[in-house]
């Protein structure tokens, strides 16, 4: 029967109703525990469907560092109701009547979506279903995906930022599979095999693992029959999902890298050890980055840019489901030192740390924030985009508290987090260094 706190909220059998919040659904499929996130919004023409499975590359082990996104990128070839020979491909037939698809792989997540006519949706369902479980993972197509992986890594080579995000990492974790790129390293990607791409593909892509989330213009009560239909003919896995239980080591002391590349960039980049997304410091930290580098009258543009020893400086506060980095990357202008830079940034962080910030820089940051989440909740794709970073970190419902969250911070939040995070015992700074300059 329907819920008696959600009256309006859609029933169908085999879906069990968890809960609704700020218009969203959640169900579990009774058959084998996929979780169902529904968001119908008659206003909007068409409708979004994502399929995230919590596997990233967290989950890889040295020897198949990349394999999750080499699987994302095979999981296109096929599977046993849609393929070449009948017809059906993903691109045959949902690219070619007007529909967005695509997929990504992060750290802690890995997704595949459709933006389409609502039409369209119960195909969308369908083809999702069935490369759930029944995709072709062929050596054939593993040959012909590994160049293009590996061009895609070759292209963060030749990027200085990247380079030097790499390294920086890689220095940072030395346990953690944080410790290695999502793209992975050249010769995992070279030499994986099919065999260890299938093995990745029949630990994590089951319905216990992922979510089905449907956004936009939509028939509530349909699509929910149409979900329930499709993905309740796999069951649960077979055996108990591989657990990542890997804790990084407490760090004793400030790591440095440095890289060296052809080229007239040079930057320098400062990692803090920080908390998972789920931790109650985050807001405050989120806040502390754009009072560092969000827009011309941010601490590090001032301190950098306006006084010409820099030409860029971007902080980042990083949301993953285990403990992650705040890191602050800066582009050196023509001819100044790396270490003059690296000391009026650490300048600028003693000053919030033994100072605060003020009123002003709070509310700034919290309108900067507030424009964020809109513009990243507007139109299916991003509603779609957000929830999934949320379900990746372990708890969707952050989608809707984490706003409030931040409204609550303080100007002493801000100092506390600033004061308990920007140590030197828990840094890695990282120099890249542009040879020809």
């Known amino acids: 029967m329907r819920s008696k706190n959600a009256p309006s909220v859609p029933f169908v059998a085999g879906a069990i109703f968890v809960r609704s919040l700020e218009g969203i659904h959640e169900y579990l499929l009774d058959a084998n525990g996929l979780q169902i996130l529904l968001a119908p919004d008659p206003t909007t023409p068409v409708a979004g469907i994502m399929v995230t499975y919590r596997v990233g590359s967290r989950n890889e082990a040295v020897g198949y560092t990349g394999a999750t996104h080499l699987l994302e990128h095979l999981m296109f070839k096929g599977s046993e109701n849609f393929n070449k020979e009948k017809g059906g491909t993903v691109w045959d037939l949902l690219e070619t009547k007007g529909a967005l698809v695509n997929a990504t792989t992060w750290t802690d997540r890995t997704n595949y979506f459709e933006v389409l006519s609502q ?60 410790h290695h790129s999502t793209i992975g390293w050249r010769s995992d990607i070279e030499k994986v095999s099919i065999e260890r791409l299938k093995q990745f ?97 941010s601490r590090l543009y001032r301190a950098l840019v306006d006084s010409a020893i820099a030409t860029d400086a971007t902080t980042m506060c990083y949301q993953f489901r285990d403990p992650s980095l705040l890191i602050s990357y800066i582009t050196l202008a023509p001819r100044m030192k790396h270490d003059t830079v690296e000391k009026r940034v650490k300048k600028e962080y003693a000053s919030i740390i033994e100072k ?22 507007d139109g299916p794709y991003a509603l779609l985009a957000s929830l999934n970073e949320e379900i990746a970190v372990g708890d969707w419902t952050r989608f809707v508290t984490l706003p409030q969250a931040l409204a609550r911070v303080t100007a002493k939040d801000v100092q506390k987090a600033a004061k308990k995070y920007l140590v030197d015992d828990q840094s890695t700074i990282g120099y890249f260094i542009g040879t020809d300059s």
């Open 356 to 377: 605060g910030v003020t009123a002003p820089e709070l509310a700034r940051a919290k309108r900067s924030l507030r424009a964020y989440i809109a513009a990243r909740r």
């Open 201 to 297: 593909y029949d630990d994590f892509y089951h319905p216990d693992n992922a979510t089905v989330s449907v956004v936009g213009g939509f028939d509530a009560e349909a699509t929910l029959a149409a979900i329930v239909k499709e993905f309740g003919a796999h069951g649960k896995a077979p055996i108990a999902h591989p657990v990542m239980h890997t804790e990084e080591p407490k760090q004793e002391g400030e790591r440095r890298a440095l890289v060296k590349r052809a080229g007239h960039t040079n930057m320098i980049a400062l990692a803090h050890k920080i908390p998972a997304a789920t931790h109650a410091d985050l807001p405050a930290l989120l806040i502390l980055a754009l009072i560092l580098s969000d827009g011309k009258t």
């Open 119 to 178: 039409e369209h949706l119960p195909t969308a369902i369908a083809l999702e279903a069935d490369r759930m479980r029944n995709a072709f993972i062929k050596e054939e197509d593993r040959r012909s995906e590994m160049p293009v992986v590996r061009n895609e890594f070759e292209r963060g080579e030749n990027l200085p930022m990247e380079a030097l995000d790499k390294q920086l990492w890689a220095l940072a974790y030395e346990a953690h599979p944080y």
